[in-house]
């Protein structure tokens, strides 16, 4: 395996990176005059108990903005075929949440329909992370649609995994 001393460039990091598959989300949350939301596939659970999770987002997020602003957000985990879904929120610009259906969760931040789960989570802590910011956040209520398959993120592209059998 070719090891490099010096750092790597990002393109080089985003290539090795993509080798690991990952879930892809929607994180939303409530902005001072609107919903905001984003795609997000650097999710993860930090902590069973406390129940804790985190994602990242760049600096520049008009979604930074809103979480800082509520304190709160949701985290949709997207399934299988809902791949058009992933793209909008991934799209430049605010999103239009006319053409996603979602409804309102206990926090206010929207939850996207048909998701395979949920988590609604209040802000504990932010760390600056190169050219993301960390967001963490405890876990103030989740759910779950066990007979639906997840959405994947592998390579730059989105798959789609089968269900359990």
């Known amino acids: 395996m070719k090891q490099s001393a010096i750092p790597p460039d990002p393109t080089r990091m985003r290539q090795v990176c993509g080798l690991f598959t990952t879930g892809v989300t929607v994180v939303t949350s409530n902005g001072p005059t609107c ?10 659970s930090v902590s ?5 999770v985190l994602f990242c ?3 520049d997020s008009s979604l930074l903005s809103a979480v800082r602003h509520s304190g709160s957000f949701a985290v ?6 809902q791949g058009d879904i992933a793209r909008h929120f991934a799209a430049p610009g ?8 979602c409804r309102p969760g206990t926090g206010g931040a929207p939850l996207v329909d048909g998701a395979l789960g949920f988590l609604e989570c209040a802000v504990t802590d932010e760390v600056s ?10 876990v103030t209520g989740l759910g779950t649609e066990d007979k ?16 359990e059998s």
Do not use: C, K
Not at 76 to 81: A, D, K
Not at 148 to 160: D, K
């Open 57 to 59: 987002l760049r600096h």
């Open 129 to 138: 992370g190169g050219d993301h910011q960390i967001v963490m956040g405890a």
């Open 94 to 101: 605010r999103v239009d949440f006319t053409r996603v259906s």
């Open 48 to 52: 069973l108990t406390p129940p804790r």
């Open 35 to 44: 919903w905001a939301g984003a795609t997000v596939n650097s999710f993860t």
């Open 148 to 163: 639906l398959a997840p959405l994947a993120f592998y390579r730059g592209a989105l798959t789609e995994l089968a269900a």
């Open 76 to 81: 949709s985990i997207l399934s299988r075929g």
